[in-house]
């Protein structure tokens, strides 16, 4: 959760800076920025402002494409089968299928 929230920060970050909407932004490549950005902090700690500047500007030119409809509810689809669901562990099955041949 702190990670998606850190995620949602720099994205929100960079959309103040640069004057977008937020949902504007892809949160993928957002996730791929901030995992490269940390990656460079590791390396060398100097210049780290100029490296966020760098970051949130990465960020602002990822951008998705307008997607008018697509909040969804989650549902879980379940597809009809030909056969029934199993009951009882496998074994018993297996043996009592097995005798029956």
Known sequence: ???????????LASALKFKMNPSQLSFTGALQAIEEFA?????GADRRDQRWDSLLEIISEL????????????????RPKNYRLMTCPRNPN???YATAA
Request: proline share 3%.
């Open 39 to 43: 990656s460079s902090l590791r390396v």
């Open 94 to 96: 297996r043996n009592r």
């Open 63 to 78: 951008i998705v494409g307008n997607r008018p409809g697509r909040q969804e509810k989650r549902e879980i689809k379940r």
């Open 1 to 11: 959760m702190i990670g998606y929230n850190l995620v949602r920060a720099a994205m």
